[in-house]
C-alpha cells in the first residue's frame, strides 16, 4: 500500500497476512466428550449385555447349581409345548393393552386437571403419585383383601347399595382383569407425571393465542394439548405396554395365576418352571419372553416416532 507525502511517495510494508492460533492438542479435545459415555457404556454392558449373553447360552443347557449340559434347542421346544403357554400369552396381551390404554386415557385427563388453576394443586399431584411409591407386594395383599368376596370393603361398601360384589379374585373371567385395574390405580401416577411435564412444556404463546380467538377449553384440549404433548403420550405407551407385557409380581401376589390358570401371564409361567426346577427351561421362557416384547413393542415405537415426524 502507497501513501504520498507532498511529492513523494513512500511505500508502506505489506501487512502480515493472519494466521488461526493453533490448537493444541487438538484430537484430543475432539475426542474428549466420548470419555463421558464410558461409566455409562460400563454399567449398560455389566448390567444387561453380559446377563442377556449369559441366558441365551444357558438357554440352550440343562443347568443347575454345579452342572450344565448343552442340548441345543431342546429347552425351546418342550417350551413351546406347555399347556399354558397359549394362555398365558393371550393373558400378557390382554393386560398389557388393557393397563397401557387405561394409563394413557386417565394419565392425560388427571395431567390436564393438575395443571388446571384448581385448588390444592400441588397436594393433589403428590396423592396421584403416591402409589407409585408403594411396595407392589404391598398393594397386591392389600387389594387382595379388599377384593376379598365376602369381608372385602369393596363387596361391603356395594351391598350398602343392594348390590352384590362378585368375586373379583375367584372368578376366572374376572381375575386378569381385576389385578390389571389394581396395576392402573398404582402406575397412572408416573403417566400423569409424564404428560404434566408435555403440558407444562407447551409455550402459553398458544393458549394465550386460542383464548383470543375464542377457542372453548375442549377446542384447546384437541387441538393444542393434544398433538404437542404426542411425544409424553409415545412414552407412556410404550413404558406401560412393556411393563404390562412383563408383569408378574402384582399378579403373582394377588392371584398366583390362578384360579386354575386364568390369570396366567408368560412371566408367571416361566416362574413356575423355576419352582418345579427346570432351570433351563425356565431361562428359554425369558429369552422368548424377551423377543416376544421386542416384536411387539419395536413396530409400535417405529410407527409412533415417525408419524410423530410426519406431523
Do not use: C
Not at 40 to 54: H, K
Not at 191 to 218: C, H, K, L, N, Q
Not at 297 to 302: D, H, K
Amino acid at each position: 500500500m502507497a501513501t504520498v507525502i507532498g511529492k513523494t511517495r513512500v511505500e508502506e510494508p505489506a501487512a502480515a497476512p493472519v494466521r488461526a492460533p493453533r490448537r493444541k492438542h487438538a484430537g484430543i479435545q475432539s475426542h474428549y466428550p466420548f470419555w463421558f459415555y464410558l461409566p455409562a457404556g460400563v454399567v449398560y454392558a455389566v448390567l444387561f449385555l453380559v446377563p442377556t449373553f449369559i441366558a441365551f447360552y444357558f438357554s440352550l443347557t440343562r443347568w443347575g447349581l454345579f452342572s450344565q449340559e448343552f442340548i441345543g434347542l431342546d429347552n425351546f421346544r418342550q417350551f413351546f409345548n406347555e399347556p399354558g403357554l397359549l394362555q398365558g400369552l393371550k393373558n400378557s396381551l390382554i393386560y398389557g393393552v388393557i393397563t397401557s390404554a387405561l394409563k394413557v386415557v386417565l394419565g392425560l385427563l388427571l395431567a390436564v386437571l393438575l395443571t388446571s388453576q384448581i385448588i390444592a394443586r400441588g397436594w393433589l399431584r403428590s396423592v396421584i403419585f403416591f402409589p407409585v411409591l408403594v411396595s407392589t407386594i404391598g398393594v397386591g395383599i392389600t387389594f387382595t383383601i379388599l377384593m376379598n368376596p365376602q369381608q372385602g370393603l369393596i363387596n361391603k361398601t356395594l351391598e350398602v347399595f343392594g348390590i352384590h360384589g362378585p368375586g373379583w379374585l375367584t372368578n376366572p373371567s374376572l381375575a386378569i382383569y381385576s389385578v390389571a385395574l389394581v396395576d392402573v390405580w398404582k402406575g397412572v401416577g408416573l403417566a400423569t407425571v409424564i404428560y404434566i411435564a408435555g403440558i407444562v412444556s407447551i409455550p402459553r404463546d398458544y393458549f394465550e393465542a386460542a383464548e383470543m380467538d375464542g377457542a372453548t377449553a375442549f377446542k384447546r384440549f384437541r387441538h393444542i394439548i393434544l398433538p404437542l404433548a404426542r411425544p409424553a403420550t409415545v412414552t407412556v405407551i410404550i413404558l406401560s405396554l412393556i411393563g404390562g407385557l412383563r408383569s408378574f409380581d402384582l399378579i403373582w401376589a394377588m392371584t398366583g395365576g390362578g384360579p386354575g390358570f386364568s390369570s396366567d401371564v408368560i412371566a408367571s409361567v416361566i416362574y413356575k418352571q423355576y419352582q418345579a426346577g427346570f432351570y433351563g427351561l425356565s431361562t428359554a421362557g425369558n429369552v422368548i419372553l424377551f423377543f416376544a416384547v421386542t416384536l411387539i413393542v419395536l413396530p409400535i415405537f417405529w410407527a409412533l416416532n415417525r408419524k410423530q415426524v410426519d406431523m
